[in-house]
């Protein structure tokens, strides 16, 4: 397989490395993560302006028809700055959910906006009791005449507090279990009977608890099947697991680079203890860790678009497993060779393995999908 970039990824690898490397330091992280929306708006403005926000749409609806190659090199760039904007949240999520699910209609009337950076989406999916189950859906959603009456509680809905509009599943048919029966709804986040409650995650991002109570969603608002809305849930979460494996490589590789530049600096007994053979040693395994996180982001980049579902579960699966245990590794190296200073609010590394280990739990940590793998036989083929 050719993994060598082509000449357009090319140049817009290096167009986000240089936009994210002259103003995205860490000093400027933690400006941008003070500003009222928790994240940058003369930054998301850039990403519109670079055509970032647009890339995985088709050129119909304003986008550049870009796929996981192009999504897997921005994340990469966002997770060695610890990007703060919501680009998982609207472009992958919410863009990716009404771009393989909505309707023309609906692409036509929204994708050019979100493609422009004027209209911020949430996925509203995760709830109390359904921990990592995609099918566990207790949030109701009951026919009125030519409308639907959503009630329930969202948790965890990533960047839900400063969203336009979110995308909602709720239960249409059977029971809270059931895999048939969901719905997906396109609800205004100042709609009658919404409410957020947003907080700060521990990795420096921002979420929401959301409430519906007796929320009216006319059908035209509904995104596809109003029963059958799993299966696009479930293609558009394996694509973003792919996206925030790369966002993981980059933020693991940040880890390494900051580590041996420590490791070259930092003296004891009148020498750097980058000459100490056994620290050598442990950044050589940290280094393993990264290539062997970086070669099952690929493939989860390569097998995001697959039609067979159980194959590219099976994928998805097998890089959560190695991308969880790698960042562990890492970040758990990286702050024990750098010491004390390791743990400080100051210092980037420790957010980095913050946000790695966020990572890890988003969509399953490595353990559920190792459970995954095993029930489907998909161990052998990983």
């Given at each position: 397989m050719d993994f060598d970039l082509s000449e357009e990824q090319r140049l817009l690898k290096d167009s986000v490395d240089r936009l994210m490397a002259d103003r995205y330091d860490f000093e400027s992280r933690q400006r941008y993560a003070k500003e009222p929306e928790g994240w940058s708006q003369a930054l998301w403005s850039a990403y519109a302006e670079l055509g970032l926000l647009a890339l995985p749409f088709d050129e119909a609806h304003g986008g550049f028809g870009g796929g996981p190659v192009e999504t897997m090199t921005i994340m990469e760039a966002f997770g060695r700055s610890l990007a703060l904007e919501p680009y998982l949240a609207t472009v992958i999520l919410g863009g990716g959910l009404l771009h393989h699910g909505g309707s023309e209609e609906q692409k036509t009337a929204y994708l050019p906006q979100v493609a422009a950076g004027d209209l911020r989406l949430a996925f509203a999916h995760t709830e109390r009791q359904s921990r990592y189950d995609l099918f566990d859906v207790g949030t109701t959603a009951q026919r009125d005449g030519g409308s639907f009456i959503l009630n329930g509680q969202k948790s965890?809905?990533?960047?839900?507090?400063?969203?336009?509009?979110?995308?909602?599943?709720?239960?249409?048919?059977?029971?809270?279990?059931?895999?048939?029966?969901?719905?997906?709804?396109?609800?205004?986040?100042?709609?009658?009977?919404?409410?957020?409650?947003?907080?700060?995650?521990?990795?420096?991002?921002?979420?929401?608890?959301?409430?519906?109570?007796?929320?009216?969603?006319?059908?035209?608002?509904?995104?596809?099947?109003?029963?059958?809305?799993?299966?696009?849930?479930?293609?558009?979460?394996?694509?973003?697991?792919?996206?925030?494996?790369?966002?993981?490589?980059?933020?693991?590789?940040?880890?390494?680079?900051?580590?041996?530049?420590?490791?070259?600096?930092?003296?004891?007994?009148?020498?750097?203890?980058?000459?100490?053979?056994?620290?050598?040693?442990?950044?050589?395994?940290?280094?393993?860790?990264?290539?062997?996180?970086?070669?099952?982001?690929?493939?989860?980049?390569?097998?995001?678009?697959?039609?067979?579902?159980?194959?590219?579960?099976?994928?998805?699966?097998?890089?959560?497993?190695?991308?969880?245990?790698?960042?562990?590794?890492?970040?758990?190296?990286?702050?024990?060779?750098?010491?004390?200073?390791?743990?400080?609010?100051?210092?980037?590394?420790?957010?980095?393995?913050?946000?790695?280990?966020?990572?890890?739990?988003?969509?399953?940590?490595?353990?559920?999908?190792?459970?995954?793998?095993?029930?489907?036989?998909?161990?052998?083929?990983?």
């Open positions: 965890v809905v990533l960047h839900g507090d400063t969203a336009d509009k979110i995308l909602v599943t709720a239960r249409v048919a059977g029971s809270r279990r059931d895999r048939e029966g969901i719905g997906l709804f396109l609800v205004d986040a100042n709609a009658p009977g919404v409410s957020r409650r947003g907080y700060p995650t521990q990795d420096g991002q921002r979420a929401a608890e959301v409430t519906l109570e007796s929320v009216r969603v006319d059908t035209g608002y509904v995104i596809g099947n109003p029963e059958g809305a799993l299966p696009v849930v479930e293609k558009v979460t394996d694509i973003a697991i792919a996206a925030l494996a790369a966002e993981a490589i980059g933020a693991m590789d940040e880890m390494l680079k900051l580590t041996v530049d420590y490791l070259k600096t930092r003296k004891q007994f009148n020498t750097t203890i980058g000459s100490f053979q056994v620290l050598q040693h442990r950044s050589s395994e940290m280094f393993i860790a990264v290539e062997q996180g970086r070669s099952m982001a690929m493939f989860a980049a390569m097998m995001a678009q697959e039609k067979n579902a159980e194959e590219r579960r099976k994928a998805i699966s097998a890089a959560k497993v190695q991308i969880g245990r790698s960042g562990r590794f890492v970040g758990q190296q990286a702050i024990q060779l750098h010491g004390g200073v390791g743990m400080t609010m100051e210092y980037k590394v420790g957010h980095l393995f913050k946000r790695v280990t966020m990572i890890d739990t988003l969509f399953g940590d490595a353990d559920h999908h190792l459970s995954k793998l095993a029930e489907t036989g998909g161990l052998i083929a990983a």
